[in-house]
């Protein structure tokens, strides 16, 4: 079997050749993804996506786990990383190195990430130093939209910028291998990419980012809305539209099961 892309050489892509990643949830997307990313994140975005949540909040371990072995099984070539979800690492360090050392055991996957800069510093640190890769996520972090007061674009006002590259100097300081900055104004992602020396993964932030990320169902054209940071490459929706209407209509005719469809 070919040997996975390993967390130091993503952390050694800083200010090279960008990184190319994607989210997947299932085996099937995962294995055709697994021929271009260097890694696939199997994000909590997954209740929104796939299970009508709305919000990644009330998405449980369990499930992450469950999405997690599919995308593992399903791919041989990226490193895979899976997101922590809401509720199962901010408490303690403890409590997180619990629940992380389940997701990779369980798994197999090759690293985690859990969303916060400054505050989840000491948590990164202790995590890293026991043996589980994390991967950070700061600018807007959905797990925190109750408080934020819905999914909110970060560095509107310039006061805020100097916190932000705070948060990403913080994460980076600990041990994380590289950082997610999303829904920030661009020139604060790449203010925020020239002062680390980890990857930063740009969504919704700037092609300057070290490396990009975006949801696959939504740049595959398969939700309803997109966000604007979102370049929609494919059309998914009409073209299973188009198949299941077609399907519905030859069984209502009767031409489908043809004479290729049966057992003679
Ligand atoms: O859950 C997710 O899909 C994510 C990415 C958008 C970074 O966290
Ligand atoms: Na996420």
Redesign the pocket.
């Given at each position: 079997p070919v040997r996975r892309i390993t967390v130091p050489q993503i952390a050694a892509r800083k200010g090279g050749e960008p990184i190319v990643s994607l989210?997947s949830y299932h085996a099937h997307t995962a294995a055709i993804v697994d021929k271009y990313a260097d890694f696939i994140?199997v994000?909590?975005?997954?209740g929104m996506?796939m299970h009508g949540m709305e919000t990644?909040v009330g998405v449980p371990l369990d499930l992450m786990i469950m999405h997690g072995k599919a995308v593992v099984r399903g791919t041989q070539r990226a490193l895979i990383v899976v997101?922590m979800p809401f509720g199962t690492y901010e408490e303690s360090p403890s409590v997180a190195f619990r629940n992380a050392a389940k997701i990779l055991k369980e798994t197999q996957c090759g690293a985690v990430?859990l969303?916060g800069g400054k505050r989840m510093a000491e948590t990164i640190r202790f995590l890293t130093e026991r043996g589980v890769p994390v991967m950070a996520?700061i600018g807007l972090t959905?797990q925190s939209s109750h408080v934020m007061g819905g999914f909110k674009t970060q560095g509107r006002d310039e006061d805020s910028w100097p916190l932000h590259i705070e948060d990403a100097k913080a994460v980076a300081e600990a041990g994380a291998f590289a950082v997610?900055v999303?829904g920030v104004v661009e020139p604060l992602a790449r203010q925020i990419t020239e002062a680390v020396d980890i990857p930063t993964?740009g969504?919704g932030a700037s092609a300057r980012c070290d490396g990009q990320?975006?949801?696959l169902e939504d740049m595959l054209g398969l939700g309803d809305w997109a966000p604007k940071f979102v370049k929609v490459y494919g059309n998914l929706k009409q073209d299973i539209e188009d198949a299941v209407s077609a399907y519905a209509d030859e069984v209502k005719q009767r031409s489908f099961p043809g004479e290729d469809h049966v057992y003679r």
């Open positions: 989210t994140l994000g909590d975005s997954l996506v990644t997101d990430k969303e996520h959905p997610v999303e993964i969504i990320i975006l949801v």
